[in-house]
Antibody, heavy 116, light 110 residues
């Protein structure tokens, strides 16, 4: 059974940093790209970042480019999202999802709240 | 890139069919057959119901179908059931490892 479990969410002050993790199981992790998607309270889904199976290819939404960094450790079956210079508008549930062009499995989400 | 355009709401009575549209551009929906649709219940993670415009994952009822014409994709839910009441989001691959979502449609079963 495919499982994706996010962790690392929490309350952080504006300008602060946070690192999210997504632990994967039930499939050959290093064969597949992984994506982070976020959803602000009461709002729609927003694509945030993608990383290829090897980790060599990455991309970011303009709204987070230069502040967020995606990475993965295939030995730990885990993908990360390092979030720096956080802003109030980054407050959202962050989901990790399997794939790039469509997402057949999603984690349960990690809540990130940016507030003073 | 701007979000794909979806109607904020749609509705239908049990047993009826409802179609939700998703309009993009020639750089996303019109350029690639990688349109997907997700169903999201309150407080839950999204669930894939259609990928690659028309394909249904295992376990998704055949009441759900997808199509595309030009820069507009559509999700049709036939034989509406109370359990279909949910938020629906479309997405499209936009090239260069980019993906874009629609703003979402709240489907109400009357």
């Amino acid at each position: 059974e495919v499982q994706l479990v996010e962790s690392g969410g929490g309350l952080v002050q504006p300008g602060g940093s946070l690192r999210l993790s997504c632990a994967a199981s039930g499939f050959t992790f290093d064969n597949l790209g992984m994506t982070w998607v976020r959803q602000a309270p009461g709002k729609g889904l927003e694509w945030v970042s993608f990383i290829s199976g090897s980790g060599e290819s990455k991309n970011y939404a303009d709204s987070v480019k230069g502040r967020f960094t995606i990475s993965r450790d295939n030995s730990r079956n885990t993908v990360y999202l390092q979030m720096n210079s956080l802003r109030a508008e980054d407050t959202a549930i962050y989901y990790c999802a399997r794939g790039l062009k469509w997402f057949d499995h999603w984690g349960q989400g990690a809540l990130v709240t940016v507030s003073s | 890139q701007s979000a794909l355009t979806q109607p904020p709401s749609a509705s239908g009575s049990p047993g009826q069919s409802v179609t939700i549209s998703c309009t993009g551009t020639s750089s996303d929906v019109g350029a690639y057959d990688y349109v997907s649709w997700y169903q999201q219940d309150p407080g839950k993670a999204p669930k894939l119901v259609i990928h690659e415009v028309t394909k249904r994952p295992s376990g998704v009822p055949d009441r759900f179908s997808g199509s595309k014409s030009g820069n507009t994709a559509s999700l049709t839910v036939s034989g509406l059931q109370a359990e279909d009441e949910s938020d629906y989001y479309c997405s499209s691959y936009a090239g260069n490892n980019n993906l874009i979502f629609g703003g979402g449609t709240k489907l109400t079963v009357l």
